[in-house]
């Protein structure tokens, strides 16, 4: 018996090799989804360390600010200026910042001093 025609050319080698193509892609394709999965794992073990790290300099300006807060009103205090919470997220006309007018320029005003109220003592508090 002989063996078949593919297009005028022996099939049999070219089965053969056809068959050796897909296992080497299909090992290939098996190698490319391992170094996919590892570096999923390690992009989520990046992330996972960003969000701590944002945490940290979350806290870390938040004492800052509250630190920069206390020593502004102790200041204005001893000074005899009139001191006033502020909280940016209250509802109103002059809502997300302090009155007052500010330009280059143009001279300050520290009659009476604005702090803003605390993230957690606001009406809206951030949710981040």
Known sequence: MSEPMLLGIHATPWIAM???AM???AVGSLWVSVLLMRSQDR???IQARLVELQRQANWLNGALESHSTIRLKLKAESLGKK???WDPTHDGPTKKRP???CAH???VTTDI???YVPPEFRKY???S
Do not use: F, K, M, R
């Open 18 to 20: 056809g068959t050796i």
């Open 23 to 25: 296992a080497l892609a």
């Open 43 to 45: 992009v989520i073990d």
């Open 83 to 85: 001191v006033i919470w």
């Open 99 to 101: 009155p007052g007018s």
């Open 105 to 107: 320029l143009q001279q």
């Open 113 to 115: 001093v604005y702090l």
């Open 125 to 127: 508090p951030d949710i």
